[in-house]
């Protein structure tokens, strides 16, 4: 399977820019998405296949990379944007995931 | 608009099998596949199985041998069974849409713990 690994933790400041990284064990291509999951909430879809916005979800997110080394970037980082980050590949199978990082703000 | 909503039981005990129910509306599931995605409490997602929306499935492969999802189109319902179940199948269990292999529709997710 597709080994995704994510940082488990970051803290940045609210205004500030914050890059969180997803290494794939094998290459995905441009198949790789990200998500947002708030406590006792499901997970959101924020951009699919590396660098697409999805609907509604605010333009402070951007996503790129492709092969194994992918990035989310968001600029600025808001309050409400503590929360985990989970990076999903669907080039291989099986589907995976990462391990998600943990966004606090200081 | 999409929606998905799980249902089953919130308690099974260790060797009984699981089954869930998920009833979407908005959309067809001959024309999307729906997937199954867990979490343990505190831990990450694990993508379960999934039926495609020529009725085909796949499975994870460690799951494999316990694991059936099926569907009713009729209904709108997809079906997740799973038997044996042991203390590490305790999770939040979602449904989700996927139309282009992520997931941009999810269930809220229904939380089953395996306890005697």
């Known amino acids: 399977d597709t080994v995704l690994t994510q940082s488990p933790a970051l803290a940045v400041s609210p205004g500030e820019r914050v890059s969180i990284s997803c290494r794939a064990s094998?290459?995905?291509?441009?198949?790789m998405h990200w998500y947002q999951q708030k406590p006792g909430q499901q997970p959101k879809l924020l951009i699919y296949k590396a660098s697409n916005l999805a609907s509604g979800v605010p333009a402070r997110f951007s996503g790129s990379g492709s092969g194994t080394d992918f990035t989310l970037t968001i600029d600025p980082v808001e309050a409400d944007d503590t929360a985990t980050y989970f990076c999903q590949q669907s080039w291989n199978d099986p589907y995976t995931f990462g391990a998600g990082t943990k966004l606090e703000l200081k | 608009q999409v929606q998905l909503k799980e249902s089953g039981p919130g308690l099974v005990q260790p060797s009984q099998t699981l089954s869930l129910t998920c009833t979407v509306s908005?959309?067809?599931?001959?024309?999307?596949?729906v997937h199954w995605v867990r979490q343990p409490p505190g831990k990450g997602l694990e993508w379960v199985g999934a039926i495609w929306s020529g009725g085909s499935t796949d499975y994870n492969s460690a799951l494999k041998s316990r694991l059936s999802i099926s569907r009713d189109t009729s209904k709108s319902q997809v079906f997740l069974k799973m038997n044996s179940l042991q203390t590490e199948d305790t999770a939040i269990y979602f449904c989700?849409?996927?139309?282009?292999?992520?997931?941009?529709?999810w269930g809220q997710g229904v939380m089953v713990t395996v306890s005697s």
């Open positions: 908005g959309f067809s599931l001959t024309s999307n596949s």
């Open positions: 989700t849409l996927s139309p282009r292999g992520y997931f941009d529709y």
């Open positions: 094998e290459g995905v291509n441009s198949y």
